[in-house]
């Protein structure tokens, strides 16, 4: 958890698969413990921002950061139903697919500014 912490990932890409194949728990659980240490990185990393005045760029991004919003509440909550109707194997499967796809975005993505 320190590594993906000092990295700022929140979730996916490492804390989840690491839940799982460190302590053999469904990814249900991996996902909302995922969630719960995310909460403390999330808060100090904010304070640490606003402290170095880093949030500032926010002000010249208020469109953005209204989707990102938006699209947050809205994939939490669609999310928070899947996980109740889902079953695990179908859930793995998706988050595969997701991490391929960002992998090969980022791939072919790579050194487009």
């Known amino acids: 958890m320190v590594v ?6 929140a979730g996916g890409e490492l804390i989840i698969p690491t839940i799982i194949l460190i302590y053999g728990v ?5 996902g909302t413990l995922s969630l719960m240490v995310s ?7 904010l304070y640490k ?10 002000t010249h991004n208020n ?4 989707y990102m919003i938006g699209g947050t509440f809205v994939g ?11 079953n695990s194997y179908w859930l793995e499967i998706f988050l ?12 072919y993505l790579k050194g487009k500014d």
């Open 76 to 86: 939490s909550y669609l999310g928070s139903l899947a996980v109740g109707v889902m």
């Open 49 to 58: 921002h606003y402290r170095n005045n880093r949030l500032e760029v926010i």
């Open 96 to 107: 595969a697919g997701l991490l391929l796809i960002s992998a090969v975005k980022m791939k």
């Open 26 to 30: 469904d990814i249900k659980l991996a």
């Open 4 to 9: 993906s912490s000092l990295l700022g990932v």
């Open 39 to 45: 909460i403390p990185t999330i808060l100090i990393s």
């Open 63 to 66: 469109t953005f950061l209204l």
